[in-house]
């Protein structure tokens, strides 16, 4: 894929960039490393001094850097006003209590007597630079929840975006620049991926992060096992939203649409398939049928807009392979179908789809669709509404719409994902760690667990 800022609303393409070349990307990593020496041994005031003065920058930037994202990738002007917000939010959280997350730990007393100590602390210690290659999805997210941690924990960063959003990764070099810190500790990597593995393999670079694809994931992990680096994966997800007879189920239909069409469809975390018990069936899916029809497709840049285009065309072609399979197996549309496409508009657009009769031998079943496309399950009762549920490779999140406890202590219990969300729709916030299992990915972002990921957890044990 070409670095370049190419329109999804009209397929535009309105600029390119070269990849950098061996000798720029060893010089900014000479730099990164330079930087991390001393940079590690600054104070957290001093670091969330640096923080807070990038979050108010950013409040600053905010339209600004909305319409660059919009342009990038698509997302609906007021999401991506909403995204730069969340962002600074959270910068401004890591900077209130990294240094209580990361506080040193003092094991009992009867423990530290007993190993002959006169005292033990366990002390987190940063590791060093750490690479993060990030999806186009959420351009300033995902880059912020692994950078404001990272930052406040003393390491420092290196950013390898993805090649369509690399006006965005450009201005998040720009703003830790102006926010005052020091050259080096945050700088963007404009390469492709071909270029990725030989920074993974540089001894330089300590550890890596990554948001994306599955097989984006394995290469990553692969070629950091076999230099023994730490890694975080937050990979695909296809996340159940299981609606029980107990249910509002009204609310539970609104947040339904929100909760798959957020992003245009292409979150992780959006509810992909939808697990409804039999009793209820007819009448969630009715709702929630009618308010997926009801969506306001458009140009992003419109405040109205509820669904604007997909990120590219390869991405739309995609899904329109996974609907044209499940129907050719059986699946019913009941809205939607890229058949039904509207012709006016010239960019990536996919309307809002709802299938149906869905089957265990559909591609869509056992694969993530990143966009607006939802599937509809019957389940006779709880237990195979379980089993539906973590009938999948995947194990992101997971959404339970219920006012009977018992079920809710059941699903928690049962089900097979890294978040249960009861009564509500999945969303990232930083004090809660945010993570998957099974091919999701491993390890955790955000909260106190996710700045601790890339430190270095180091037993201080004195004698008398």
């Known amino acids: 894929m070409p670095i370049a800022t190419v329109n999804p609303a009209n397929g535009e393409t309105l600029k390119t960039y070269e990849a950098m070349g061996e000798e720029e990307i060893e010089r900014r990593l000479q730099l990164a490393e330079a930087t991390f020496r001393t940079y590690r041994t600054t104070s957290f005031a001093d670091r969330a001094r640096l923080l807070i003065r990038a979050a108010d920058l950013l409040d600053a930037d905010a339209e600004d850097v909305a319409r660059v994202m919009t342009t990038e990738m698509g997302k609906p002007i007021k999401q991506a006003r909403a995204e730069a917000a969340k962002c ?20 009992a007393d009867s423990d530290v007597k007993d190993s002959g100590a006169s005292r033990v602390r366990v002390r987190y210690r940063p590791l060093g630079p750490v690479l993060a290659v990030m999806p186009w999805n959420f351009p300033l997210w995902q880059v912020i929840r692994f950078a404001a941690p990272a930052l406040m924990a ?56 990554l948001t994306g694809s599955e097989p984006a994931g394995r290469a990553v992990a692969a070629t950091c096992g076999e230099m023994i680096k730490k890694t975080v994966l937050e990979l695909g997800g296809s996340d159940p939203y299981v609606v029980m007879p107990s249910a509002d189920l009204d609310r539970a239909a609104q947040i339904a649409v929100t909760a798959r069409v ?14 409804v018990h039999t009793d209820v069936y007819d009448a969630f899916a009715q709702r929630f049928v009618d308010r997926m029809k009801a969506l306001v497709v458009g140009d992003p840049m419109r405040d109205e807009t509820e669904v604007g285009p997909l990120s590219s065309e390869q991405g739309r072609t995609d899904l329109e392979e996974l609907v044209d399979d499940a129907k050719r197996s059986g699946a019913t549309v009941l809205c939607g179908g890229h058949e039904l496409r509207r012709p006016e508009l010239p960019g990536w657009y996919y309307p809002p789809t709802v299938l149906a009769d869905i089957t265990r031998e559909m591609r869509i079943h056992r694969e993530e ?22 009938d999948s490779p995947f194990g992101l999140s997971s959404n339970v719409w219920t006012r009977d406890e018992a079920e809710v202590d059941r699903f928690v219990r049962d089900l097979e994902a890294g978040s249960v969300y009861v009564n509500g729709m999945t969303a990232s916030h930083p004090a809660f760690p945010f993570g998957g299992v099974k091919r999701s990915g491993y390890g955790r972002e955000l909260s106190g667990h996710g700045i601790r990921e890339f430190c270095n957890i180091t037993t201080v044990w004195q004698g008398a």
Request: aromatic share 8%; proline share 4%.
């Open 88 to 107: 600074a939010k959270a910068m401004r959280w890591y900077a209130e209590r990294a240094e209580g997350l990361l506080a040193d730990e003092e094991p």
């Open 369 to 390: 669709a990143f966009g607006p496309v939802a599937t509809l399950y019957r389940a006779a009762d709880l237990d195979e509404a379980v089993l539906i549920a973590n």
């Open 154 to 209: 003393g390491n420092v960063g290196l950013l390898k975006h993805a090649s369509n959003v690399p006006q965005t990764a450009l201005y998040l070099e720009d703003l830790f620049h102006r926010a005052g810190y020091p050259e080096g500790c945050f700088q963007t990597l404009l390469i492709g991926a071909g270029q990725v593995d030989d920074i993974l393999r540089d001894e330089r670079v300590k550890a890596a992060t």
């Open 262 to 275: 957020q992003n245009n469809g292409q979150s992780c975390i959006a509810a992909k398939r939808f697990i």
